[in-house]
């Protein structure tokens, strides 16, 4: 188990650099920073919560060090933005901000979280899989030039 305690904690204000900051970093390291990206990173507000969408962080005493959206698509919502820090990650914490996600969607009585994901990216896969999501037609007119792979989780 993790030496550590995590607070899953829900956006402010303040936390909006971390929002971005860790984001790109692994959009970085295994992609580039989209349009589409850079527009929702840098105005969460504007494109995530005021669309009825919702951002969490995981925070370790005063560090953040992960965090996740759901993103309200109109007809469903996307868990989107999953991000952990480097010197964190193996750490089970990607699977908490899951747990967390799925936990909330289930009060909020959705009837599912669906996102958006690229095969080469094969521990995160994994790790959606093992939790339940499944495979689903992926749409044409996608809005992430790099996902080849939609996955859909029934609540």
């Known amino acids: 188990m993790n030496p550590f305690t995590i607070d899953i904690i829900p956006f402010e204000p303040e936390y909006?650099?971390?929002?971005?900051?860790?984001?790109?970093?692994?959009?970085?390291?295994?992609?580039?920073?989209?349009?589409?990206?850079?527009?929702?990173?840098?105005?969460?507000?504007?494109?995530?919560?005021?669309?009825?969408?919702?951002?969490?962080?995981?925070?370790?005493?005063?560090?953040?060090?992960?965090?996740?959206?759901?993103?309200?698509?109109?007809?469903?919502?996307?868990?989107?933005?999953?991000?952990?820090?480097?010197?964190?990650?193996?750490?089970?914490?990607?699977?908490?901000?899951?747990?967390?996600?799925?936990?909330?969607?289930?009060k909020q009585q959705w009837k599912s979280i669906t996102l958006y994901s690229h095969r080469s990216l094969i521990a995160a896969i994994y790790l959606y899989k093992k939790i339940g999501f499944e495979e689903v037609a992926l749409e044409e007119d996608v809005h992430y030039e790099r996902a080849d792979i939609k996955m859909r989780l029934d609540l």
């Open 16 to 106: 909006a650099p971390h929002f971005y900051t860790l984001n790109v970093a692994w959009l970085e390291k295994y992609f580039y920073v989209e349009p589409y990206d850079e527009k929702v990173l840098s105005n969460p507000k504007e494109y995530i919560l005021k669309n009825g969408g919702f951002i969490f962080f995981a925070k370790i005493n005063t560090e953040i060090v992960g965090t996740v959206a759901l993103i309200n698509q109109g007809d469903f919502f996307e868990l989107s933005k999953m991000a952990v820090k480097p010197a964190y990650q193996g750490k089970k914490i990607g699977l908490q901000l899951m747990d967390y996600c799925i936990a909330f969607a289930r």
